[in-house]
């Protein structure tokens, strides 16, 4: 799904675009309920793939239960988005209501059969959807099970997305340290509390290159980019996709991609959380994260851009498993984040760390994200506050209640503390 076509090419951290994934489900049974064209058709007056609402849009996704809403173009600055994002939540579980549906947040549905209960979308563009499925099979958890937030960060240029690319990398590993909600699959904790990203690094296993080792590998020029790794998927795609449906940029499935169709870098590791006010106090984490790395905060792009593919994904792997209690050893890592002198620090501990000192003191840019911050670092990550509400060998009925409190967090707007 894209930003709106804009012409002006916009520079470094002048406009963000955020996307975040919801489920439908059965208000009484909280099972998946496919019916999003039917979501968009209430708009629009006939089905159509994406709707605008103004300064959001709404647009469909490949499973027929999942709905995405979206900023309309690029967004000046992030505060305002928490209550767009949540006025438009309640007036689609409104338009729901007479279908018996309600939105359901978390990145995973906690006990979807994939194989039975997959609705490919069927209207526009269908054609691309079963492309995909020809290709990967999407009637598995890794398509069509998996609700992510999305951040599109822009770049005017080659030095610009050099500088933005190496930086995104480098903070690539820890996201899933912050934002893990899908500890729970087919009805039991599957022992990783990121479980969207195993299934997502997997999902395209028959063609390795399209995800690689979703760390993306150091290049930092259009052209390097274009034949080092998109030329490489379209090559290894085509024998699967002889008609080319697929062959575009957006078929690369790294966890940070770059989009030169928008001259933007599109991060795709986040789990999306119980309601939008958590997800963007996590993207405005991330943002001056990033932007830190850019303006060489800590370390000198050249160091940045040295840091090869394989230490990174080791440490997204901790990270993918045990969200903010992974160890991190890798103390060349830690020092890329200026982390005080010591051998090693769980990646919730690094987090503390970026949040006291790139929003040190009374700093107003920080002030409608500090509640979600402190509730991350007093409570754990949604996973980790997930896992305790089931209790540790749950039962149906406990898995049930705690994903009904969490529709409840996502129609009032509040956290979920489990």
């Not at 916009?10 to 406009?15: D, S």
């Not at 609700?147 to 690319?165: K, T």
């Not at 990398?169 to 909600?181: E, G, H, I, K, T």
């Not at 409570?379 to 506050?385: K, M, N, Q, T």
């Amino acid at each position: 799904a894209a930003m709106a076509d804009t012409p002006v090419i916009l520079h470094l951290f002048q406009g963000f675009g955020i996307e975040l994934e919801y489920m439908i489900v059965d208000a009484d049974s909280l099972a998946v309920l496919p019916v999003t064209d039917e979501v968009l058709r209430a708009i629009a007056g006939e089905y159509v793939m994406d709707v605008e609402c103004g300064d959001l849009a709404w647009s469909n996704e490949l499973a027929l239960h999942v709905i995405e809403l979206k900023t309309n173009g690029p967004a000046a600055q992030l505060a305002r988005l928490p209550q767009l994002f949540q006025r438009d939540i309640q007036r689609i579980n409104a338009l729901l209501s007479p279908l018996g549906g309600r939105l359901m947040p978390t990145a995973m549905h906690p006990w979807m059969d994939p194989a039975t209960e997959t609705r490919l979308w069927p209207h526009e563009d269908s054609p691309i959807y079963q492309a995909f499925d020809r290709v990967f099979g999407c009637h598995g958890h890794g398509w069509s099970n998996l609700q992510s937030v999305h951040i599109n960060l822009p770049f005017g240029g080659d030095r610009e997305f050099a500088r933005l690319h190496a930086a995104v990398r480098l903070v690539l590993p820890v996201l899933p340290a912050l934002a893990a909600s899908s500890p729970i699959v087919e009805w039991r904790p599957t022992g990783l509390l990121d479980t969207r990203l195993e299934v997502y690094r997997n999902n395209a296993r028959r063609i390795p290159s399209v995800s690689g080792q979703v760390i993306p590998e150091p290049v930092y020029s259009r052209h390097d980019y274009e034949t080092g790794i998109l030329q490489r998927i379209y090559r290894d795609l085509a024998p699967h996709d002889p008609k080319g449906v697929l062959l575009y940029e957006w078929v690369n499935a790294r966890g940070a991609i770059a989009r030169f169709d928008r001259n933007t870098i599109e991060i795709r590791v986040l789990d999306i959380q119980e309601c939008p006010r958590a997800d963007l106090a996590y993207a405005a984490l991330i943002i001056e994260t990033v932007r830190a790395h850019v303006e060489e905060h800590w370390a000198t792009l050249i160091r940045q851009q040295r840091r090869e593919v394989e230490p990174l994904y080791q440490i997204f792997s901790q990270c993918v498993a045990e969200a903010e209690q992974a160890v991190i050893r890798d103390r060349r890592y830690l020092d890329l984040f200026g982390f005080p002198e010591r051998g090693a620090a769980r990646a919730g501990e690094l987090w503390q760390h970026l949040i006291e000192t790139l929003f040190a003191g009374n700093d107003t840019d920080s002030t409608p994200w500090r509640d979600s911050w402190n509730t991350y670092l007093n409570h754990g990550s949604l996973a980790r506050r997930i896992l305790r509400a089931v209790g540790d060998n749950p039962e149906p009925e406990q898995v049930r209640a705690t994903y009904a409190a969490l529709c409840d967090s996502l129609q009032k707007g509040e956290a979920f503390i489990g």
